[in-house]
């Protein structure tokens, strides 16, 4: 089983403020097997970035995803008042698929 | 607009079953793979289960193996999750979620429906 490890746990920041979010996986997988999801509290998570670098529909060109092998990262240039939220990574490299354990990024 | 729409969920004893059910629509439900994810109470997601678009290829995490089955009707347009000897750690919001046409990743998702396990 692939682990994905999310730093930091939580990340304070304030609006406007660029947001750098790691994912490290515990072997090499292809950067095109790595997504990331958005969650608000009480909501569903949302898909944000696909096959590593693609923003999946509708997400704005602030959000963007880069990496190869085990690191991976999302950032987020200018933080929104919306963008606070947990992100996860995820894998589709191999089974099972698996998920991170999530970055809250909260109000400074 | 592609909706997905949980039910089923709901309180049971340790030991009991449950089945979830996800009605899609918006989309060609048999073209597309299909997953359920769970969140248990505070904590991160975690893969459960998926199908192929024909339901002739299912997988599992092991903690679910031998207890869960997934499954689809695709004339009903509606995605499946049986649940057998459940136990206090399946206590989660269950969420359905469609595949895109690369497996693998998930582009919608449902609300979710709650199990919870308990004596």
């Known amino acids: 089983e692939i682990v994905l490890t999310q730093s930091p746990a939580t990340l304070s920041l304030s609006p406007g403020e660029r947001a750098t979010l790691s994912c490290r996986a515990s072997?090499?997988?292809?950067?095109?097997?790595l997504a990331w999801y958005q969650q608000t509290p009480g909501q569903a998570p949302r898909l944000l970035i696909y096959d590593g670098s693609n923003r999946a529909t509708g997400i704005p060109a602030r959000f963007s995803g880069s990496g190869s092998g085990t690191d991976f990262t999302l950032t987020i240039s200018s933080l929104e008042p919306e963008d606070f939220a947990v992100y996860y990574c995820q894998q589709r490299n191999s089974w099972p698929r698996t998920f991170g354990q999530g970055t809250k990024v909260d109000i400074k | 607009e592609v909706q997905l729409l949980e039910s089923g969920g709901g309180l049971v004893q340790p030991g009991g079953s449950l089945r979830l059910s996800c009605a899609a629509s918006g989309f060609t439900f048999s073209t597309y793979a299909m997953t359920w994810v769970r969140q248990a109470p505070g904590k991160g997601l975690e893969w459960v289960s998926a199908i192929s678009g024909s339901g002739g290829s299912t997988y599992y995490v092991d903690s679910v193996k031998g207890r869960f089955i997934i499954s689809r009707d695709n004339s009903k347009n509606t995605l499946y999750l049986q649940m057998d000897s459940l136990r206090a750690e399946d206590t989660a919001i269950y969420y359905c979620?469609?595949?895109?046409?690369?497996?693998?990743?998930?582009?919608?998702w449902g609300q979710g429906t709650l199990v919870a396990v308990s004596s």
């Open positions: 072997q090499t997988i292809a950067s095109n097997t």
């Open positions: 979620a469609k595949e895109t046409s690369s497996w693998g990743t998930f582009d919608y």
